[in-house]
């Protein structure tokens, strides 16, 4: 019975959970090239990957947010399993385009230990 109980748990799928994930970076302070960020080359946008696998930094796939501004911070919402890790990277955009990416940051969901069971009870035979 136990083999027959550990057989469907590996072929059902996991049940994905809606995860709140705020990610959060800090501004560079120059431009690529050494320059200040101001004028021409001020920052416009970051552009903002969020996955539950790593992502390339050589990635084609289009960016999950794009924050218009100089805002720092976003929250998203993806879906995820209890234990699963979630991946971040930023781009830093100006009007000469974007930056390379940022080092991937990463968080795993936490997982719950069990409820407490209910309705125990006990029952006792004496005698044949």
């Not at 083999?3 to 059902?12: G, M, N, Q, V």
């Not at 994905?16 to 004028?39: E, F, R, V």
């Not at 929250?75 to 080092?103: E, H, L, M």
Request: with cysteine; charged share 5%.
């Amino acid at each position: 019975m136990r083999k027959f109980l550990a057989l469907i748990a590996l072929l059902l799928p996991s049940l994905g959970l809606a995860a709140t994930a705020t990610i959060n970076w800090s501004a560079p302070s120059t431009a690529s090239d050494g320059s200040a960020l101001t004028g021409a080359q001020a920052l416009t946008s970051y552009q903002v990957w969020l996955s539950t696998s790593s992502i390339s930094t050589t990635t084609t796939a289009p960016a999950t947010v794009t924050i218009t501004g100089t805002a720092t911070t976003t929250t998203q919402t993806i879906t995820a399993s209890p234990g699963q890790t979630i991946y971040a990277r930023v781009k830093a955009c100006n009007a000469a385009g974007c930056s390379d990416f940022s080092a991937e940051a990463s968080k795993a969901l936490p997982v719950s230990a069990p409820g407490v069971p209910t309705s125990v009870t006990v029952t006792i035979q004496v005698g044949p």
